[in-house]
């Protein structure tokens, strides 16, 4: 079976370039980048860890789509590349420093601690949310950060909603705040952050969630503002004729 990798040495290359090896595995693409690394290249770099779909550090992209690498069969010809919109290292590994940046930025923990009881109803308002394991396909996937590289986006914002609806935070609003500026609104809402993610979580509606709460807290799209904001006249103007 033959698999095609994205390769990139920066001490050696001046940009990427595709190799293909012929490869007898044909289980996981985790697995295919061992063969290759244990019997054809050792230079290959690529990060893993559970080798189970519970650690997320083996996320990559095959034929442009994220997955995971341990999670995905591999197919004859599969183009293996690393993550989008993260600097490049070497190989298939990225830097995911942005990652602690966008993370502190939207205050998205327990700020301040409630003393409210939790029952099995609070537990379920963040379940979803929590099975986030942080791979960073929906980081890699979002379009926004062509045009906005300070953009939360979608892990970010997915977990702000999780402590927004957490009762043991005393203060919601102050996780609503951090997140208007470079957040819920610059989202384009194309939805493929849910496509890409293996917990099955739905970034796209927990940013719609998130600018529901917003606007009942009193924000609004900032860059609507442009255009005059909310007009309580609904554009009559009296003097115009
Ligand atoms: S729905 Fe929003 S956050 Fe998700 S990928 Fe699209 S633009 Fe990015
Ligand atoms: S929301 Fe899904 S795709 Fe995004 S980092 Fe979490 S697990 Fe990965
Ligand atoms: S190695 Fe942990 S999710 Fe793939």
């Known amino acids: 079976m033959k698999i095609n990798i994205k390769r990139y040495n920066p001490e050696k290359n001046d940009s990427q370039y595709i190799e293909k090896y012929d490869i007898k595995h044909d289980e996981t693409i985790l697995n295919s980048l061992i063969e290759v690394k244990t019997k054809y290249d050792n230079s290959l770099s690529f ?95 979002c379009p926004v950060y062509e045009v906005n590289k300070e953009f939360l986006g979608p892990y970010t914002l997915t977990r702000a909603l999780r402590y927004v609806n957490d009762k043991k935070e005393a203060k919601p609003k102050d996780i609503i705040e951090s997140i208007q500026n470079d957040g819920i609104w610059d989202c384009t809402l194309c939805g493929n952050c849910t496509i890409v993610c293996p917990q099955f979580i739905d970034p796209k509606t927990d940013i719609m969630n998130l600018r529901m709460k917003s606007v009942q807290n009193g924000y609004e799209d900032k860059s609507m503002q442009a255009f005059g904001g909310f007009d309580p006249s609904g554009g009559f103007d009296p003097n115009g004729f």
């Open 47 to 141: 990060r893993c860890g559970c080798k189970t779909g519970v650690c997320g550090s083996c996320a990559i992209r095959v034929n442009g789509v994220e997955r995971l690498s341990c999670k995905t069969h591999l197919n004859e010809n599969d183009l293996i590349e690393p993550l989008n919109n993260s600097n490049l290292i070497k190989d298939l590994i990225v830097d995911l420093r942005h990652e602690e940046k966008f993370l502190k930025e939207s205050k998205t923990f327990l700020n301040n601690l409630s003393n409210e009881k939790i029952f099995k109803e609070d537990e379920k308002l963040i379940d979803t949310q929590s099975n986030c394991i942080l791979c960073q396909s929906c980081f890699s996937s």
